[in-house]
């Protein structure tokens, strides 16, 4: 059951750095402006994956295999993180270069 979840999560996820392309100086208007749809998956997989690390650091027994897991979380969770960040200034970015 878990399995499913995880191979969907993962790919939907970490997707404004594929899908997002932000204005570059020498080419502002080459890029499509678009809506924070990327961003937002992306949000929520960072969410999600720094409240499972917070669950299993500070909710569970320690284990080696819940503090793996929790590390495992904490680190897709702040990658997921970055690329939301990257998103919503890429979009934003774009959509400003479009509206001049």
Known sequence: MMRPAVSVLLALSAC?????????????RDCRPSNNTLPAIDT?????????????????????????IGGAAAATGAIYGASA??????????????AD
């Open 85 to 98: 960040i990257y998103g919503f200034r890429g979009v934003h970015a774009c959509q400003a270069a479009w």
């Open 16 to 28: 404004s750095f594929v899908g997002v392309t932000p204005p570059t100086p020498e080419r502002p």
């Open 44 to 68: 929520a997989a960072a969410v999600g994956g720094l409240g499972l690390a917070s669950f299993l650091f500070f909710l569970t027994k320690p284990t080696i295999t819940s503090d793996g």
